[in-house]
């Protein structure tokens, strides 16, 4: 693997606002000639989505308080702003989008996965853990390195061993 470029991602997290340095990496053939597909880094995984600006804890938060304590919209977005996180309520409403795309993964988008993942050939799965407050469900990602996709997402109230193993 060969450094073909750097980047970098502002993220807005629960914490902060982040700057993301990417290192992008392509290999080379034999022939030496560079092949089409870049490599990110599988860290950049575990703080954002793809193309996203908003940290995964930030999605877990605004999901957990959609759903879990049935916040409306502008409740969300005053605890948001609570935390210093500025977000205008058109985002909010963006990002409780993404946690319900993230939690039904798995049923909507199976046949387009199935057929990318059996392409590449190889699989390497990390699970990724969001607990935007502790004493809260859990967002637990299941996220294949390879291609960067999301597999599944799941809400569970535990990080018990049993629970995880579900996945």
Partial sequence: MWVAYHSQRTVQTLD???LLTVVVCSCCTTTGEHSIAFTHPEEEGRWVLP?????LDVIALVGRLSYGEHRSITEIHQSLRAREISL???TVLHLVHRYEELVSL???DARRLQARLSQQGSVRLEPIKRQPDVGHEVLWL??????GEILLARALLSSAHEDIATL
């Avoid at 299941?142 to 291609?147: A, G, L, N, Q």
Wanted: glycine share 10%; proline share 0%.
């Fill in 51 to 55: 193309q996203g600006e908003i940290g």
């Fill in 142 to 147: 299941i996220r294949d390195t390879i291609s």
């Fill in 106 to 108: 798995h049923i909507n």
């Fill in 16 to 18: 902060d606002l982040v």
């Fill in 88 to 90: 205008c309520e058109s």
